[in-house]
């Protein structure tokens, strides 16, 4: 078991001021355990917390995760505070919605930055910790679009996409440590990511892409209609974590097992499609 069962366990969560990453700091919180909790605005944090949690165990940090040296020193700190570092969770990040063609550089280089060299970042401050006490468990939020990929969410996907890449590496480089590695993959969650506080839109569109404008105005009105309960949502990611079990992907929401299940029975029909072709490239055996 990598989780503490003799003391309070230290977390490590970034994305914390809204959606689920409020919900998990909310939670751990109220089990007794330590927080470290990173944010754009450690006041919106507190703010969002409200005046009825004992926020004596929690240590908000404004980092900017773009920032490797920010990132390290947000590490450091939490390791000084609580003595020791257990689980880290990868949560901030955001949406974007909008064709290939309307999606502009500085948008895909602001959303790798975060989601995948904002992971990377937290990575290289935190194994080098839990690899030493040979114990701990990363988990890192992705999506269920992160496995498969619909149109209008390319950007989104490329982000989520590389982080299961990552993360399937990582699970396998660090099990010999004892550091654990969950990839979450939740559904359409009753968050504020359907807002346009969380949900970004390109600065110009052409008129190509109808469903595609069709498709956001349908999203924004399905703000506060999604099917996932992020109180039950939060709860599910720390039942896992405290018990050590699970698989490597947490599938949260049916909607996203129903995704997934699409996703592999298309990846199937692919492969026996190919069966017969895909040696043809190969060297003749003698």
Same mark, same amino acid.
């Given at each position: 078991?990598?989780?503490?069962?003799?003391?309070?366990?230290?977390?490590?969560?970034?994305?914390?001021?809204?959606?689920?990453?409020?919900?998990?700091?909310?939670?751990?919180?109220?089990?007794?355990?330590?927080?470290?909790?990173?944010?754009?605005?450690?006041?919106?944090?507190?703010?969002?917390?409200?005046?009825?949690?004992?926020?004596?165990?929690?240590?908000?940090?404004?980092?900017?995760?773009?920032?490797?040296?920010?990132?390290?020193?947000?590490?450091?700190?939490?390791?000084?505070?609580?003595?020791?570092?257990?689980?880290?969770?990868?949560?901030?990040?955001?949406?974007?919605?909008?064709?290939?063609?309307?999606?502009?550089?500085?948008?895909?280089?602001?959303?790798?930055?975060?989601?995948?060299?904002?992971?990377?970042?937290?990575?290289?401050?935190?194994?080098?910790?839990?690899?030493?006490?040979?114990?701990?468990?990363?988990?890192?939020?992705?999506?269920?679009? +992160?496995?498969? %990929?619909?149109? *209008?969410?390319?950007?989104?996907? &490329? !982000?989520?996409?590389?982080?299961?890449?990552? @993360?399937? =590496?990582?699970?396998?480089?660090?099990?010999?440590?004892?550091?654990?590695?969950?990839?979450?993959?939740?559904?359409?969650?009753?968050?504020?990511?359907?807002?346009?506080?969380?949900?970004?839109?390109?600065?110009?569109?052409?008129?190509?892409?109808?469903?595609?404008?069709?498709?956001?105005?349908?999203?924004?009105?399905?703000?506060?209609?999604?099917?996932?309960?992020?109180?039950? +949502?939060?709860? %599910?990611?720390? *039942?896992?974590?405290?018990?050590? &079990? !699970?698989?490597?992907?947490?599938?949260?929401? @049916?909607? =996203?097992?129903?995704?997934?299940?699409?996703?592999?029975?298309?990846?199937?029909?692919?492969?026996?499609?190919?069966?017969?072709?895909?040696?043809?490239?190969?060297?003749?055996?003698?």
């Amino acid at each position: 078991m990598s989780f503490p069962t003799d003391r309070p366990a230290t977390w490590f969560v970034t994305g914390t001021s809204r959606g689920l990453g409020l919900e998990l700091v909310k939670q751990l919180i109220e089990r007794g355990d330590n927080v470290a909790a990173t944010t754009r605005s450690t006041e919106r944090l507190r703010s969002a917390l409200g005046d009825g949690i004992d926020t004596s165990r929690l240590l908000p940090l404004a980092v900017d995760l773009r920032d490797d040296e920010s990132v390290a020193q947000a590490v450091h700190q939490t390791v000084e505070r609580f003595g020791g570092l257990d689980v880290v969770v990868n949560n901030a990040g955001y949406g974007f919605l909008a064709a290939v063609e309307e999606t502009t550089d500085r948008d895909v280089r602001a959303m790798l930055d975060v989601q995948v060299v904002g992971v990377w970042n937290m990575l290289r401050a935190a194994v080098p910790v839990l690899r030493r006490q040979n114990s701990g468990h990363i988990v890192n939020v992705s999506s269920i679009l +992160g496995l498969t %990929a619909v149109p *209008g969410w390319a950007l989104y996907c &490329a !982000g989520k996409f590389a982080l299961e890449g990552l @993360s399937e =590496a990582l699970a396998a480089e660090v099990a010999s440590f004892g550091v654990k590695v969950t990839i979450v993959e939740p559904g359409y969650f009753r968050t504020d990511f359907l807002t346009k506080d969380s949900l970004a839109l390109p600065a110009a569109t052409t008129d190509a892409y109808p469903a595609i404008r069709e498709m956001t105005s349908n999203h924004l009105s399905l703000q506060g209609n999604q099917l996932g309960d992020p109180v039950k +949502g939060a709860a %599910a990611i720390i *039942g896992q974590v405290v018990s050590g &079990a !699970g698989p490597l992907r947490q599938l949260l929401g @049916s909607d =996203a097992h129903s995704y997934a299940t699409a996703k592999v029975d298309a990846l199937r029909a692919n492969l026996d499609a190919t069966t017969q072709t895909a040696a043809a490239t190969d060297f003749r055996t003698a």
